[in-house]
């Protein structure tokens, strides 16, 4: 079983910062990618950003520049620093692990989401 444990969303004015946070724990022998969605409302999911286990990032269009993904290998943490944020990116934002298990297999894992509001 894998357990995805997310924080930091909250209401932040037009033009300021977040950190959102997500811990991984359970039987996960090597986490390959962690990633954050994205999804509000009357719209679809979409990719914020991704991060593979040496490092190597991918970002959505709208957010590029403006938003830092970056893990702790050591801690199975993935974060994402949101600067200079809009009213736009207001949505529902998923934790996302792709990871193998002790037997190998490979499993796809969401978090719950955690809300992101920002105001005008």
């Known amino acids: 079983q894998v357990q995805l444990v997310e924080s930091g969303g909250g209401l932040v004015q037009a033009g300021g910062s977040l950190r959102l946070s997500c811990a991984a724990t359970?039987?996960?022998?090597?986490?390959?990618?962690m990633a954050w969605y994205r999804q509000a409302p009357g719209k679809q999911r979409e990719l914020v950003a991704d991060?593979?286990?040496?490092?190597?990032?991918n970002y959505g269009d709208s957010v590029k520049g403006r938003f830092t993904i970056s893990r702790d290998n050591a801690k199975n943490v993935v974060y994402l620093q949101m600067n200079s944020l809009k009213p736009e990116d207001t949505a529902i934002y998923y934790c996302?692990?792709?990871?193998?298990?002790?037997?190998?297999?490979?499993?796809?894992?969401w978090g719950q989401g955690t809300q992101v509001t920002v105001s005008s």
């Open positions: 996302y692990v792709k990871y193998r298990s002790r037997s190998w297999a490979e499993y796809d894992y």
């Open positions: 359970g039987s996960i022998f090597r986490l390959n990618v």
């Open positions: 991060i593979t286990s040496g490092g190597s990032t």
